[in-house]
């Protein structure tokens, strides 16, 4: 990586990034239900920009049983399950082909990226707080995943969907793409027809249960990208730069107890950042460039109030699992770091040689040199 100077500020994701993707969640429902792999996602991403799971990530729609309703429906989508097995299966073309946001305006929505590998014991090393759950391997599977895609929290939550027309107005959803990472062993449909009539059956998917099943997983911290941020966090303010977040989110029902840090509060992501941006808050998503112009703002006002000289993208570094959401931070003129699902360490090596400190201990460096 190419020396430069050293950023007032670091913005994180969340989901994929601080925590654990809600993606293998996904996964495992899939495997575990005999559902065929890939079209949870896709459901999810080409209800965009009106799915109900966007709307409750702008904020737009409470977290109730109307919406969970929405989201069943959205799940038992006709149309899309005809489109999925002719568009993607017949025609023997990658889902990311079927719904690449380059060529349809289709955004990320769900967070994830492909590893060409499971973690191994090494990359669920030293410093991991809690070990994630094993995924089901997918040697059987022909058929390919995603390359790119999306999970985020909320202000009271862990979790990570992403997505946002970037060529979009503020407040404007651009449908999402997905990526499924190569976790799950569901078995593969038959082959479709051209009529719906001659079509498999839907799947019968319990949206509820499988968003909180997205929920819970991806409360578990990062092994490696987690620990990072506690090493920053314990530098003097003035030593370190600005700690923010920058997370696609939903707000919890008042009371639930995701709206609470866990416990201790220092196991939770959410309590060591200076500023939080989050999605459901503010009414935007990434990768809508307005959502980053924000975060700037919120940085460069905390960093006059301290008596600097202000904050600019160009001052700041974004982690993000999501390629679509660092390209519109590099257009703006951050510096960018992708964060690969099951090798999050090498984001932090990363980050270490951009502000120029050690964020590793011993025995985990010694691991992964």
């Not at 006709?78 to 990658?94: A, G, M, P, V, Y």
């Not at 060409?116 to 059987?140: H, M």
């Not at 107005?169 to 999402?176: K, L, M, Q, V």
């Not at 975060?295 to 000289?309: R, Y």
């Amino acid at each position: 990586m190419a020396p430069f100077k050293s950023p007032k500020a670091i913005l994180f994701d969340i989901g994929g990034v601080c925590v654990l993707s809600p993606l293998e969640a996904i996964a495992t429902y899939e495997n575990k239900n005999s559902i065929p792999k890939d079209w949870i996602n896709y459901a999810i991403s080409r209800s965009a920009p009106n799915g109900f799971w966007q709307q409750l990530e702008r904020g737009e729609i409470k977290m109730d049983e109307k919406f969970f309703q929405g989201f069943n429906a959205d799940l038992r989508n006709e149309k899309l399950w005809k489109e999925f097995h002719e568009s993607f299966r017949n025609s023997k073309k990658k889902l990311k082909d079927v719904a690449n946001p380059t060529q349809l305006g289709d955004h990320v929505s769900l967070k994830a990226e492909a590893a060409d590998s499971k973690p191994t014991d090494q990359d669920r090393g030293a410093q991991e707080p809690q070990k994630p759950e094993e995924k089901p391997d997918d040697k059987s599977s022909a058929r390919p995943s995603l390359s790119k895609l999306a999970k985020d929290t909320t202000i009271g939550d862990p979790v990570s969907l992403e997505s946002e027309d970037v060529a979009q107005s503020p407040r404007d959803d651009s449908a999402s793409t997905i990526e499924q990472s190569k976790a799950s062993s569901s078995p593969s449909p038959p082959e479709a027809t051209s009529t719906l009539e001659t079509l498999p059956s839907l799947p019968d998917i319990d949206g509820e249960s499988l968003f909180w099943s997205m929920m819970a997983h991806s409360r578990t911290p990062d092994p490696y990208v987690f620990p990072a941020l506690l090493q920053l966090r314990k530098l003097p303010t003035n030593a370190r730069p600005i700690l923010a977040a920058l997370s696609n989110s939903v707000i919890f029902p008042p009371g639930h107890s995701y709206n609470k840090l866990s416990d201790p509060p220092e196991s939770d992501p959410r309590s060591h950042f200076d500023v939080f941006i989050a999605s459901a808050e503010v009414g935007l998503r990434k990768p809508n460039p307005e959502i980053y112009k924000l975060a700037v703002e919120k940085l460069d006002q905390l960093n006059k109030e301290k008596g600097g000289s202000g904050v600019k993208a160009e001052d700041c570094v974004f982690l993000d699992d999501i390629g679509e959401n660092l390209k519109t931070a590099r257009e703006l003129g951050m510096r960018t770091i992708k964060v690969v699902l099951g090798k999050t360490w090498r984001a932090v090596k990363e980050l270490e040689q951009a502000i120029g400190l050690n964020l590793m201990d011993d025995k985990t460096r010694r691991s992964k040199l």
